[in-house]
């Protein structure tokens, strides 16, 4: 009679949930008794034989289809917290990884997980990052096999590709949920830390200097760079991968070699400069695994950021070809230095040709020790492969 009325007590009341990392204290207001949910499936699933599991997967099934629906037709999650508790209960279910819901069940709801707007994408990952690290590691584990099962079964058509198949892009907007809701329930730097490293870096790079124009009065001002892309579920936690010091689950569990054996990097590519465009012209851009780089192993991104950084050299090469023509093919500034180096001397010939620049570039060398390491890849990219020996 008390565990009764102790159960209806709490079950439409609000729990708050705590979590303390470093000095940062994250409340979430969850209309859902969590620990309730997981007493019952705990009970239901102790019954011999499990004779709901069939009901339980058509359940799962149409529950998936009509939240499809929903999402396709009409924003109807804007409003409804009850819609977030949804997903929160379904992602107890205890058996996820089984064979049956693998199969049947867990693919449709992927895809209907794939539709989420960011913002109800925020809440459960707010709700997500005050769970324990073992229990976020067992959702992470279902997800994953989920992909690779979904992977290393299926077979696509010649004119389909891995990007087409909506259960495993749905299942990777899950594991970005939950890699989210990891580093927002770590260890992270404190916010004046954070400023005062903001603070240290926001000063003239070496590409300031390269693209600042030396013949009017040896003077420049900083100009207007393209912000970097920030993923818009980052952007609304106000979270980055690199200042979680002790994220809940460890980064390499995120990782799927399967899934990075099985991407055409070079199509993944163009669906990621597809990505890269103003909003009107992304309506119709496909996913890219680019954009979710903690799912790709190291030779994967590698291989990814070879194809960006030679499709920018060839960019810089043709517009350099231009403007030469138009202006008469006479010296130019350009925005990247030519330096004649050998080849087993690139690092020290690289620094000495700079330090023998610098005069003309009004005073680099103080800055430019200080900066080299974060524009190095500028000299290597423009100069290693030019270059005559």
């Known amino acids: 009679m008390a565990s009764t009325e102790e159960g209806a007590s709490t079950a439409g009341a609000y729990v708050s949930s705590h979590v303390a990392r470093s000095g940062c204290r994250a409340t979430v207001d969850v209309s859902l008794d969590i620990a309730s949910v997981r007493r019952a499936f705990t009970a239901l699933f102790s019954i011999p034989d499990l004779p709901f599991q069939s009901a339980l997967?058509?359940?799962?099934?149409?529950l998936s289809r009509t939240l499809d629906s929903d999402l396709?037709?009409?924003?109807?999650?804007?409003?409804?917290?009850?819609?977030?508790?949804?997903?929160?209960?379904?992602?107890?279910?205890?058996?996820?990884?089984?064979?049956?819901?693998?199969?049947?069940?867990?693919?449709?709801?992927?895809?209907?997980?794939?539709?989420?707007?960011?913002?109800?994408?925020?809440?459960?990952?707010?709700?997500?990052?005050?769970?324990?690290?073992?229990?976020?590691?067992?959702?992470?584990?279902?997800?994953?096999?989920?992909?690779?099962?979904?992977?290393?079964?299926?077979?696509?058509?010649?004119?389909?590709?891995?990007?087409?198949?909506?259960c495993i892009t749905g299942a990777a907007r899950l594991l970005k949920m939950l890699y989210y809701a990891s580093v927002f329930g770590g260890r992270r730097d404190p916010a004046s830390v954070?400023?005062?490293?903001?603070?240290?870096?926001?000063?003239?790079?070496?590409?300031?200097?390269?693209?600042?124009?030396?013949?009017?009065?040896?003077?420049?001002?900083?100009?207007?760079?393209?912000?970097?892309?920030?993923?818009?579920?980052?952007?609304?936690?106000?979270?980055?991968?690199?200042?979680?010091?002790?994220?809940?689950?460890?980064?390499?569990?995120?990782?799927n070699e399967s899934l990075s054996d099985a991407i055409e990097?070079?199509?993944?590519?163009?669906?990621?400069?597809?990505?890269?465009?103003?909003?009107?012209?992304?309506?119709?851009?496909?996913?890219?695994?680019?954009?979710h780089p903690f799912l790709l192993t190291t030779a994967v991104k590698n291989l990814g950021l070879f194809y960006d950084n030679r499709i920018r050299m060839i960019?810089?090469?043709?517009?350099?070809?231009?403007?030469?023509?138009?202006?008469?093919?006479?010296?130019?500034?350009l925005p990247y230095l030519r330096l004649h180096i050998q080849r087993d001397q690139i690092v020290n010939d690289a620094l000495v040709n700079v330090r023998l620049f610098a005069p003309t570039l009004c005073h680099?060398?103080?800055?430019?020790?200080?900066?080299?390491a974060d524009d190095l890849w500028l000299f290597r990219y423009y100069n290693t492969s030019s270059f005559d020996g």
């Open 72 to 166: 396709r037709g009409a924003n109807a999650f804007s409003c409804r917290l009850d819609y977030v508790n949804i997903f929160l209960i379904v992602m107890e279910i205890p058996v996820l990884d089984s064979l049956e819901f693998l199969e049947s069940a867990m693919p449709q709801f992927c895809k209907t997980v794939g539709l989420l707007p960011v913002s109800v994408q925020t809440q459960l990952a707010k709700v997500w990052s005050t769970f324990t690290g073992d229990r976020l590691k067992q959702m992470v584990g279902c997800i994953q096999q989920l992909i690779t099962v979904r992977v290393v079964t299926s077979h696509w058509p010649q004119s389909a590709q891995l990007h087409d198949d909506e």
């Open 265 to 291: 990097m070079d199509k993944d590519y163009t669906h990621y400069r597809a990505s890269m465009m103003p909003e009107a012209a992304q309506a119709s851009a496909k996913f890219s695994f680019m954009l």
């Open 315 to 333: 960019s810089e090469r043709r517009a350099s070809v231009l403007q030469n023509i138009y202006d008469g093919g006479q010296a130019i500034s």
């Open 194 to 255: 954070l400023a005062a490293e903001a603070a240290a870096i926001n000063h003239v790079t070496l590409r300031d200097l390269l693209e600042a124009d030396a013949a009017i009065e040896r003077t420049f001002e900083r100009k207007d760079r393209p912000s970097n892309w920030v993923d818009p579920l980052a952007r609304e936690l106000a979270v980055q991968a690199i200042d979680c010091r002790d994220p809940l689950v460890a980064f390499d569990e995120f990782v």
């Open 364 to 372: 680099v060398s103080r800055e430019f020790c200080i900066i080299h």
């Open 57 to 62: 997967l058509t359940a799962l099934q149409y």
